[in-house]
């Protein structure tokens, strides 16, 4: 099944504590992006990648750092997250200029 | 003002009623996008237009390039049409990134 998978589903964590959110596809897309969604603020792109070792920053990268080392992985990562990152997480992925498929999610909590 | 406008933000209507939803933007584009959320939170591409008119199912989507808008409709709604729909445009200068609309919460009541 063609499909984007992301994890965790659902995070809570304290300020300052390092963390992974993992996001692989298995359709072969060049193009991979994360977004965030806040409410009052709909979905803002954090970074995107065109392709294996190319990442680029969105419109909201602070905080944020990517790494593109496989075609089918695009994990986020966040050095030292604060409470303004508390948000919900989408990973999605396209062939380049094509619909996108989203993940199911990472709602995370910062205290 | 934001590049991606949607309208309205909320829609309530009853069971079988049509329903319009309306994107308008202000750049040049390549493609635009209506994506579906649930209130599970999960999102999925509906239709991707750059010209014309689209339809699947009792949803119909349509593009009018030279006034920048473009509308989803659904014909006959349900209940399971409650969610919240996204336009998303990318923009021709932008390459493959989206710039989404801030989303219409559609409750349709049986």
């Known amino acids: 099944e063609a499909q984007v998978t992301q994890n965790p589903r659902y995070l809570i964590t304290v300020t300052g504590k390092k963390l992974t959110v993992t996001c692989s596809q298995n359709?072969?897309?060049?193009?991979m992006s994360w977004y965030r969604q806040d409410p009052g603020l709909g979905l803002r792109q954090i970074y995107y990648?065109?392709?294996?070792?190319?990442?680029d920053k969105g419109d909201v990268p602070e905080g944020y750092k990517v790494s593109r080392k496989e075609k089918r992985n695009f994990p986020l990562i966040l050095e030292s997250p604060s409470p303004n990152q508390t948000s919900l997480y989408f990973c999605?992925?396209?062939?380049?200029?094509?619909?996108?498929?989203f993940g199911p999610g990472t709602r995370l909590t910062v205290l | 003002k934001n590049e991606v406008e949607q309208s309205p933000q909320n829609l309530t209507a009853q069971e079988g009623e049509f329903i319009t939803i309306n994107c308008s933007y202000s750049?040049?584009?390549?493609?635009l996008h209506w994506l579906q959320q649930h209130p599970g939170g999960g999102i999925v591409s509906l239709f991707m237009?750059?010209?014309g008119k689209k339809k699947h199912g009792r949803l119909i989507a349509t593009i009018n390039i030279q006034e920048k808008h473009s509308s989803l409709h659904i014909t006959a709604s349900h209940p399971r049409d409650s969610a919240v729909y996204i336009c998303?445009?990318?923009?021709?200068?932008?390459?493959?990134?989206?710039?989404f609309g801030g989303g219409t919460r559609v409750l349709v009541k049986p």
């Open positions: 750049v040049g584009i390549s493609a």
């Open positions: 998303a445009v990318r923009s021709e200068a932008a390459g493959n990134k989206l710039t």
């Open positions: 999605a992925s396209s062939l380049l200029g094509l619909a996108p498929f």
């Open positions: 990648s065109m392709n294996v070792e190319v990442t």
């Open positions: 359709m072969n897309h060049e193009y």
């Open positions: 237009l750059s010209s």
